[in-house]
T-cell receptor
Framework: DSGVTQTPKHLITATGQRVTLRCSPR?????VYWYQQSLDQGLQFLIQ???????AKGNILERFSAQQFPDLHSELNLSSLELGDSALYFC?????????????FGPGTRLTVL | KNEVEQSPQNLTAQEGEFITINCSYS?????LHWLQQHPGGGIVSLFM???GKKKHGRLIATINIQEKHSSLHITASHPRDSAVYIC?????????FGAGTRLTVKP
């Protein structure tokens, strides 16, 4: 158990809908990362937050947004969902968000868009 | 060509064998991570390297910054080591991933 929690575990929804994925980092970690793992694209970095502020952006679509709250939990919002958004979404956390930090991964949320 | 290349893509070994998985990258990096993903989907961070060599139990990871290459070794492999092993490199504040190596260890 990494200490990172993600909810829900599974989510099934329809095209065009909007969903919110939630992540709670390990106690004491200030940085949260979001990743997408799909069958055709593999693992991709989406976005990183540090202490409530956006620190880095990867291959995140404009239909997707994220935020980190004062209690350090983070939410990833996916809107106007398409079939291709079906994937595993992982959250990870690290103490300082620096390149020297190890990252601790949550169990993931499996999103299925029908 | 992908920025992070792993080999082999698939690897089958007998229990007890010594295993090596390779990762080559073509960009300047600040760190390299080895991750393990089990069939259930969960990801575990095995190592974070910026130079040299690290060892945890039966696992050893090395990195050669000049050659832009890293290896993950598993000694005395066991069926519970069966998983996908993923190499990831930190490029500034971005993370780039290899396609993974699927390892199956047979009893």
């Amino acid at each position: 158990d990494s200490g990172v929690t993600q909810t829900p575990k599974h989510l099934i929804t329809a095209t065009g809908q909007r969903v919110t994925l939630r992540c709670s980092p390990r106690s004491g970690d200030l940085s949260v990362y979001w990743y997408q793992q799909s069958l055709d694209q593999g693992l991709q970095f989406l976005i990183q937050y540090y202490n409530g502020e956006e620190r880095a952006k990867g291959n995140i679509l404009e239909r997707f947004s994220a935020q980190q709250f004062p209690d350090l939990h983070s939410e990833l919002n996916l809107s106007s969902l398409e079939l291709g958004d079906s994937a595993l979404y992982f959250c990870a956390s690290s103490p300082r968000g620096s390149s020297g930090d190890e990252q601790f991964f949550g169990p993931g949320t499996r999103l299925t868009v029908l | 060509k992908n920025e992070v290349e792993q080999s082999p893509q698939n690897l089958t070994a007998q229990e007890g064998e010594f295993i090596t998985i390779n990762c080559s990258y073509s960009v300047g990096i600040s760190a390299l991570h080895w991750l393990q993903q089990h069939p259930g989907g969960g990801i575990v961070s095995l190592f974070m390297l910026s130079s040299g060599k690290k060892k945890h139990g039966r696992l050893i990871a090395t990195i050669n910054i000049q050659e832009k290459h890293s290896s993950l070794h598993i000694t005395a492999s066991h069926p519970r080591d069966s998983a996908v092993y993923i190499c990831a490199v930190r490029v500034n504040n971005d993370m780039r991933f290899g396609a993974g190596t699927r390892l199956t260890v047979k009893p």
